[in-house]
């Protein structure tokens, strides 16, 4: 006898549906008759309907079959070894941490909670059509406001039309890996540099160069021995060193890559956040042949939860996107694309980066001041970005540092974890720390410093 229960929430078809499943599964035989529609309503006292609804979700989910004027039979299955799994549902501990020194974090407080949820309320009440999907390359407004903030601020040559929404770095890349592929198979990069693209390239099968980064960026001459024609730099502040490429490299390189016919993807993560100058225009800016793509990210300026970046492809690639992509909605939901259009647009993005430069700087500043009386440490980058790097002036065993950091809660990166490379240094985020908490963070993380030193 199955349990039907009237009273209860659950449909009572869907309730006959499972009894009828669980008896299916440890205890009907294959091409066995199950009861009549009939009977089984007249048995628990139910519609003709409710039996007809539970045999019919049994029959499209394969478990029987209905033969004509005969009725319906268990099917074929391998039911024996069908053992519906439980998972049991437990929710990981995540590790809290009194200090953690992640160099991509913001502190929460920076974002313009107020604004957003004023422009998200306008943009979901009164602008978007929740049954469109958004365009390919993004909504054009934002794309507008992108192009000109671009224009104005990273002094890059750029148009709507060449703009396009991605969810981030990885996202663009993805693409981009896709879109060049029928244009070279060989892939170089910064060493030590973002980890991610390399990754990504390789994923996408593409051979991979790794080319020394010397006192002003990306080595040319060693790129040009590796014969790569693409390449990825962080010429406005390199990953994770900090070095500026000045305007002759900028140029050199710009040339050299025209040449082979190649491309250079730009990374222009973080340069909203320079501390000792201006910000350093852009090298697609300079750019006359068609030969850089632009990536830029919401996440350093604004927020990293937002999930929103955006790159500049030159005509010829936008040509590929448009052959093989341009059908691809954007990953980035319509509500979010159009209030940072509103966000833009009002000039609150511009007020945001002044007031998220501000803070950094001013954290930036006091970490320098503790770091610099810490023993035996030689400050390796230093004036940009969400990071301070780190080195000790004496052979050191980083990986102690960090395990006595991890027993006292304090969260610190190595340089060599993200970078590709060995170079021994620790990357010390102060962007997710308030400007409160630094003297106790660097404290707490001093005393493990020296203990390094004691073993
Ligand atoms: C070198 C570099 N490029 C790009 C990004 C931006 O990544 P995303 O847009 O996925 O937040 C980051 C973030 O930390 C970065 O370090």
Not at 31 to 39: D, T
Not at 128 to 155: C, D, M
Not at 237 to 256: A, S
Request: net charge positive; with cysteine.
């Amino acid at each position: 006898m199955y349990i039907i229960n009237k009273s209860s929430k659950i449909p009572i078809y869907q309730q006959l549906y499972l009894e009828l499943k669980k008896d299916i599964i440890t205890d009907y035989k294959p091409n066995q008759k199950l009861p009549s529609i009939r009977k089984l309503a007249s048995l628990y006292n139910i519609s003709k309907n409710s039996v007809q609804k539970a045999y019919m979700q049994l029959e499209i989910e394969g478990f029987i079959e209905a033969r004509e004027k005969l009725g319906y039979f268990v099917n074929e299955l391998n039911y024996k070894e069908f053992k519906p799994k439980t998972t049991q549902q437990t929710t990981p501990k995540q590790k809290e941490y009194k200090f953690d020194f992640f160099p991509a974090h913001l502190e929460n407080k920076t974002f313009a909670h107020k604004i957003w949820k004023r422009l998200y309320n306008k943009v979901i009440n009164e602008h978007t059509n929740f049954g469109h999907y958004p365009q390919g390359q993004g909504e054009l407004a934002l794309r507008v406001e992108i192009a000109k903030y671009l224009q104005k601020s990273r002094g890059a040559n750029v148009s709507a039309e060449n703009i396009i929404i991605t969810h981030g770095f990885v996202d663009s890349l993805n693409l981009v890996a896709k879109l060049l592929k029928s244009h070279s198979n060989h892939f170089a990069t910064e060493l030590p540099g973002y980890h991610i693209a390399h990754k990504i390239f390789s994923e996408f099968g593409y051979k991979v160069s790794f080319v020394e980064v010397n006192h002003d960026g990306i080595d040319i001459q060693k790129l040009k021995e590796t014969k790569a024609k693409i390449v990825y730099i962080t010429p406005s502040h390199q990953y994770p060193l900090g070095i500026n490429m000045p305007i002759q490299k900028r140029l050199e390189l710009i040339d050299y890559i025209s040449s082979i016919d190649g491309i250079i993807l730009e990374d222009d993560y973080d340069s909203e956040l320079r501390y000792d100058t201006q910000p350093i225009p852009s090298l697609q800016g300079l750019d006359t042949n068609q030969s850089v793509i632009y990536l830029g990210t919401f996440a350093k300026a604004l927020s990293p939860a937002i999930r929103v970046g955006f790159m500049v492809l030159p005509d010829r690639v936008l040509k590929l996107y448009k052959n093989h992509y341009d059908s691809h909605f954007c990953h980035v939901s319509i509500d979010t694309q159009k209030t940072l259009t509103a966000f833009i647009k009002e000039g609150h993005f511009e007020r945001q980066i002044r007031k998220v430069r501000n803070l950094n700087r001013k954290k930036h500043d006091h970490l320098l001041e503790e770091l610099k009386q810490l023993s035996k440490c030689k400050i390796v980058a230093k004036n940009g970005g969400l990071a301070i790097i780190i080195t000790a002036t004496i052979p050191y065993d980083y990986q102690k540092l960090q395990e006595l950091c991890e027993e006292e809660g304090i969260k610190i990166y190595l340089l060599k974890e993200r970078s590709g490379s060995d170079f021994e240094a620790v990357r010390m985020g102060f962007g997710g720390l308030s400007l409160g908490e630094i003297p106790q963070a660097i404290e707490a993380f001093g005393k493990n410093w020296l203990r390094v030193f004691e073993q």
